[in-house]
T-cell receptor, first 111, second 115 residues
């Protein structure tokens, strides 16, 4: 499977701070880059996604930044809240294929 | 989007036995995927299941161990056969919805513990 490399493995952020998670991919044919949020005991839930024709997408406090030339994309969580504490996975695929996931980042937002 | 119901939600099984996990989708979908998530780990693709054809397995996964059925466009099953403690994981059903790229939606998963 083509790799998607995610960092950091864990992240501690104070309430109100900015959480930043980074991912890098190898396959230039990938054309869809989602982020999933997973709480303990639950399945992953789609949080936000981007396609390579845009460099940034914002939904509420969540923003994806995409750098096609560097083959990197990142998730920014503004004004992080304790309720954001979860595991976040980046993923990527090309049309018609399964998603390839990064290893995940465990985010803890301290109050 | 798609709503996915997965059964059972959890089970504790004896080694050497088999468990069949069911995945029901509320709409017809072409692509269904089965993933495994080992404790504290990421999601690893087991196989792609398309209706009317044999499932396509990823490296490290074989049909004898993880047989999959896909009888129609809304349903699939994954069987974990001859289980060992190493099979203790969360098994997740996912469906792909066509667009540019494939948006994937997940069921809640089946938490399997093999003792």
């Amino acid at each position: 499977q083509q790799q998607v490399k995610q960092s950091p493995q864990s992240l501690i952020v104070q309430k109100g701070g900015i959480s930043i998670i980074n991912c890098a991919y190898e396959n230039t044919a990938f054309d869809y880059f989602p982020w999933y949020q997973q709480f303990p005991g639950k399945g992953p839930a789609l949080l936000i996604a981007i396609r390579p024709d845009v460099s940034e997408k914002k939904e509420g406090r969540f923003t994806i930044s995409f750098n096609k030339s560097a083959k990197q994309f990142s998730l920014h969580i503004m004004d992080s809240q304790p309720g954001d504490s979860a595991t976040y996975f980046c993923a990527a695929n090309q049309a018609g294929t399964a998603l390839i996931f990064g290893k995940g980042t465990t985010l803890s937002v301290s109050s | 989007s798609a709503v996915i119901s997965q059964k059972p939600s959890r089970d504790i099984c004896q080694r050497g036995t088999s468990l069949t996990i069911q995945c029901q989708v509320d709409s017809q979908v072409t692509m269904m995927f089965w993933y495994r998530q080992q404790p504290g780990q990421s999601l690893t693709l087991i196989a792609t299941a398309n209706q009317g054809s044999e499932a396509t397995y990823e490296s490290g996964f074989v049909i004898d161990k993880f047989p999959i059925s896909r009888p129609n466009l809304t349903f699939s099953t994954l069987t974990v056969s001859n289980m060992s403690p190493e099979d203790s994981s969360i098994y997740l059903c996912s469906v792909g919805v066509w667009g540019a790229g494939t948006e994937a939606f997940f069921g809640q998963g089946t938490r399997l513990t093999v003792v």
